[in-house]
């Protein structure tokens, strides 16, 4: 069998030495358009987990890139004077182009023939192999030769970022946010075991116009990138290798597959780079492919749908956590009051990927000092050990919930047990768990029927009423309007938002500006909280509007309820327990009633 790999980063080199070493294929031929010592970037991240498949895969590879790299489990994070370090996932880091050689090496010593400097423009030339491993990067001539079936759509980020390096050695990564006159640049820095860091910076659009990087050649680009960054350079240079400032390319195909060919990495999918996933991402590709056509070596087809079926669900997870990664550095100025370890906590847990008992897990110092500073918050007093985020009280208006959970069944316990009446005119009485219940109700006719829905409301035991806005805002505010009037001042009003009619790839509602306008118009009119569905719609009004949010984000236990509210993304969160019966509480259980 022959295979013809275009491409020879890691994805394709790694291809084409588990090809051979598997006996796949007895011809094995890899095309790079580069010199085999020239290569674009400067280091390459591996966060936890990520070389995990290579060790199985090729133990001795793994070892040198072990070797070769450098590993630190700290994330140092700078902003407006302060510094905080939190110890969380182990990442590895080794130079690219020290990859490139360990896998060149082995590529040449299993026996795949590699080619330099050797640009394909088509792919006219490589009709003679069994196989065609498009491996070429986000701008795939393979994928080009056959856009009508693989289908790839592209959507640029509106941000811009520079690849560079710096001769200073941080030992972290390190992630700077500097507020400059013209908005803010943030840089996020990494070492790779050599005497160079890696140093990416991004910008807004505004801030990099402003600035007047947008005109500004490559040379001159790194000076005034010094000028921003100087106090975490210490005085050490920024280095270049012909990166141009560009935007990310989030790149998505319908297959990955067609014929003969199939598409890995880059060439199939991106994942952006604040997650470090995209060498991850190519890597297992090879990994899983290679391992598939060894699996199935008599039907080709049936080997590369099993390895777009295998990859896909995995590929659209990374991609998912990585936009909304960026999401949270694009959206950065919503948090520019935190205090300095709610910042570090949030950029921590960003891609929601990582929970509140992660970082207890992996830094516990840093989280009971968190745990903390969250209650004494929260409470008004100083406590020096306190439960975790979902058990500190919250103020909405004049009520004060002894807990951040919110039930939908009763649950006794819940901070606030919301009940959703199926007859207005004959209420359930409240739930009897000790603590507040809410009683959820639709807009009404006029102003009698709220004064008859108080009266009952009062008699039942509620202490709060969340009126659903609907569709029709304008209603909904007359009738918010006309429930404050006849609900008693000293107990709260929340208004329940329709879900978003349409989000982006990374659950951001594409109205949300029209929807912070909206709540700061709902708190004017007597709302004292929102109950929204969907973290990101949350974030926004929470940090926009600056309104107490209730969010229904489908949270399954505690710990989702947790790094909801201690990231700040919401006050309080719906918890539906997967368990019937109990839910784990610091002191004794969180019962469910049947």
Same mark, same amino acid.
């Given at each position: ?244 400032? %560009? ?219 969340? %009126? ?109 327990? %997967? ?16």
């Amino acid at each position: 069998m022959r295979v013809d790999i275009i491409g020879g980063g890691p994805g394709g080199l790694l291809t084409a030495v588990l090809l051979r070493r598997l006996g796949v294929a007895d011809d094995v031929r890899v095309f790079e358009r580069h010199e085999a010592d020239t290569t674009y970037g400067w280091g390459v991240v591996f966060p936890e987990g990520a070389l995990d498949q290579l060790a199985k895969a090729a133990p001795d590879i793994h070892a040198a890139v072990v070797a070769a790299g450098t590993t630190w489990t700290h994330v140092d994070v700078r902003h407006q004077g302060f510094r905080r370090r939190v110890n969380g996932n182990r990442f590895h880091g080794i130079a690219r182009a020290t990859l490139l050689g360990i896998l060149q090496r082995a590529a040449a010593e299993a026996g795949a023939r590699l080619t330099f400097g050797h640009a394909v423009e088509s792919l006219d030339a490589h009709e003679g192999a069994d196989l065609i491993v498009g491996a070429d990067g986000v701008r795939s001539v393979v994928r080009e030769a056959h856009r009508d079936r693989f289908l790839p759509e592209v959507k640029e980020s509106e941000f811009v970022y520079a690849w560079f390096g710096t001769e200073r050695v941080f030992d972290d990564f390190t992630y700077v946010f500097r507020d400059t006159p013209w908005g803010i640049f943030r840089a996020y820095v990494y070492p790779s075991g050599q005497p160079w860091s890696s140093l990416i910076v991004h910008a807004s659009p505004e801030a990099w116009e402003k600035s007047g990087l947008s005109g500004m050649d490559e040379a001159a680009s790194a000076r005034l990138c010094e000028q921003i960054f100087a106090q975490d350079l210490e005085g050490a240079p920024i280095l270049s290798k012909g990166s141009p400032w %560009m935007r990310f390319p989030h790149l998505s195909c319908a297959t990955w597959h067609h014929d003969n060919i199939v598409l890995i990495g880059d060439a199939a999918h991106t994942a952006h780079w604040s997650i470090g996933s995209g060498t991850r991402l190519a890597v297992e590709d090879a990994i899983v492919l290679a391992g598939e056509l060894a699996t199935r070596q008599d039907t080709l087809t049936g080997a590369l749908a099993r390895f777009e079926e295998v990859r896909r669900p995995q590929v659209r997870k990374f991609q998912t956590a990585a936009r909304r990664s960026e999401r949270y550095f694009e959206k950065m100025p919503r948090y520019l009051d935190f205090e300095p370890d709610q910042f570090a906590y949030q950029l921590t847990a960003r891609s929601w990927k990582i929970t509140h008992s992660d970082i207890a897990r992996r830094d516990p110092e840093f989280i009971a000092r968190y745990d903390g500073w969250f209650h004494s918050r929260a409470a008004g007093t100083p406590v020096e050990v306190a439960p975790s985020p979902a058990f500190a009280p919250l103020r909405v208006g004049p009520l004060v919930l002894p807990n951040r959970i919110v039930s939908l069944t009763g649950a006794r316990g819940a901070g606030l047990s919301l009940v959703t009446a199926s007859d207005l005119h004959n209420l359930p009485a409240a739930p009897d768990g000790g603590n507040p219940a809410g009683l959820r109700v639709p807009v009404l006719d006029g102003p009698e029927e709220y004064s008859g829905l108080a009266e009952r409301a009062l008699a039942a035991g509620y202490a709060m009423v969340v %009126m659903d806005l609907g569709h029709d805002t304008e209603a909904g505010l007359t009738a918010l309007k006309g429930l404050r009037g006849h609900w008693p001042a000293d107990r709260p009003v929340a208004v329940a938002l329709p879900a978003p009619r349409a989000t982006d790839d990374a659950g951001e509602a594409l109205d949300a500006a029209e929807l912070v306008e909206l709540a700061g118009r709902l708190a004017t009119a007597g709302s004292d909280a929102l109950l929204v569905d969907g973290v990101p719609l949350a974030d926004a009004l929470r940090n926009e509007a600056r309104i107490t949010v209730l969010v229904d984000a489908a949270s399954r236990s505690r710990d989702d309820v947790d790094t909801v509210v201690a990231a700040g993304w919401a006050d309080a969160c719906v918890l539906h327990p %997967m368990a019937p019966k109990l839910v784990e509480r610091e002191s004794g259980v969180l019962e469910q009633e049947d």
